[in-house]
């Protein structure tokens, strides 16, 4: 448990990450980094403002979901995007880029087999269970503003989810400085692409290379969507809005922009 402790360096941090990103703040404690991003977006926080909570005691998943870790067992992270020039239409794919941002970064620290869960849900070991999660809110007070949060374990899992895994679990470093430096430079330049690009998800190759990434293609998934309904089929493809291409057992093909998708089995 002693490894647990091992508080993040907010020194390290800063000269590490700014520059890439405007500021980062480090908190002890607070409810949601997401909420309290939020909050100072509306109240004029500069794009690419970073805040990293030691531990959050009200933090939120998708779907309204609870983010809840031991403290120090990971990361709890939050960061305002700004991204003018972009339409809006195209902000679906931020958290969808932040996934393939996480996923870029465990791949530079461990060699577990690692893949992506559509949308967002980032997947690690032999075995894939749950490492990361994200969830992205819009805000708009006059300038639209989204903040993207990413929740990953690092020296561990939380105890009540058997189907979680840690980076350090599955054999890469517990080092949380150094895992948030890795994540936030892989996401400062994926973004940064995907905004020079007018948000354009081919120019920047991030649709073929989250196509690359998602362990959800070619499986046969079950998709329980936002107002209950449940959907069946193999997991197709991803189109250039971020959604993902469901094709059922009668031969129709369905886009789902939103939902909560299980593996069942990898298609023949």
Same mark, same amino acid.
């Given at each position: 448990?002693?490894r647990?402790?091992q508080?993040?360096d907010?020194d390290?941090?800063?000269?590490?990450?700014?520059?890439?990103w405007?500021?980062?703040?480090?908190?002890?404690?607070?409810?949601s980094?997401?909420?309290?991003?939020?909050?100072?977006?509306?109240?004029?926080a500069p794009?690419r403002?970073?805040?990293?909570?030691?531990?959050?005691?009200a933090?939120?998943?998708r779907?309204?979901?609870?983010?809840?870790?031991?403290?120090?067992?990971?990361?709890?992270?939050?960061?305002?995007?700004?991204?003018?020039?972009?339409?809006?239409s195209?902000?679906?794919?931020?958290?969808l880029?932040?996934?393939?941002?996480?996923?870029?970064?465990?791949?530079?620290?461990?060699s577990?087999?690692?893949?992506?869960?559509?949308p967002?849900?980032?997947?690690?070991?032999?075995?894939?269970?749950?490492?990361?999660?994200?969830?992205?809110?819009?805000?708009?007070?006059?300038?639209?503003?989204?903040?993207?949060?990413?929740g990953?374990?690092?020296?561990?899992?939380?105890?009540?989810?058997?189907?979680?895994?840690?980076?350090?679990?599955?054999?890469?470093p517990a080092?949380?400085t150094?895992v948030?430096?890795a994540? $936030?430079?892989? #996401?400062? +330049?994926?973004?940064?692409?995907w905004?020079? /690009?007018? !948000? %354009?998800?081919?120019?920047? @190759?991030?649709?073929?290379?989250?196509?690359?990434?998602?362990?959800?293609?070619?499986?046969?998934?079950?998709?329980e969507?936002?107002?209950?309904?449940?959907?069946?089929?193999?997991?197709?493809?991803?189109?250039r809005?971020?959604? $993902?291409?469901? #094709?059922? +057992?009668?031969g129709h093909?369905?886009?789902? /922009?939103? !939902? %909560?998708?299980v593996?069942? @089995?990898?298609?023949?």
């Open positions: 448990m002693e647990t402790a508080p993040l907010a390290v941090l800063r000269t590490s990450l700014v520059g890439l405007a500021q980062v703040d480090v908190v002890e404690r607070t409810g980094t997401n909420a309290d991003l939020l909050a100072a977006a509306a109240a004029g794009d403002s970073v805040l990293v909570a030691e531990h959050q005691e933090g939120r998943g779907l309204a979901r609870t983010w809840v870790a031991p403290p120090g067992s990971g990361i709890t992270v939050s960061i305002l995007l700004r991204p003018t020039g972009v339409p809006p195209r902000f679906s794919w931020l958290p880029l932040a996934g393939l941002a996480a996923l870029d970064a465990v791949r530079e620290l461990t577990a087999p690692a893949g992506l869960k559509w967002n849900d980032l997947l690690l070991g032999a075995e894939p269970r749950k490492v990361a999660g994200i969830l992205a809110e819009v805000g708009d007070h006059g300038r639209p503003a989204v903040v993207v949060g990413i990953m374990n690092v020296v561990a899992s939380p105890p009540d989810q058997p189907g979680a895994t840690s980076l350090a679990a599955e054999g890469g080092d949380r150094a948030l430096v994540l $936030l430079t892989h #996401l400062s +330049r994926r973004e940064a692409e905004r020079d /690009a007018r !948000g %354009d998800p081919d120019a920047t @190759r991030l649709r073929a290379d989250y196509r690359a990434g998602c362990a959800s293609l070619g499986s046969e998934v079950r998709v969507l936002p107002g209950g309904a449940v959907l069946t089929g193999i997991a197709e493809d991803v189109d809005d971020g959604r $993902l291409l469901l #094709l059922d +057992r009668a093909r369905r886009a789902v /922009a939103a !939902g %909560d998708v593996h069942l @089995r990898k298609a023949d």
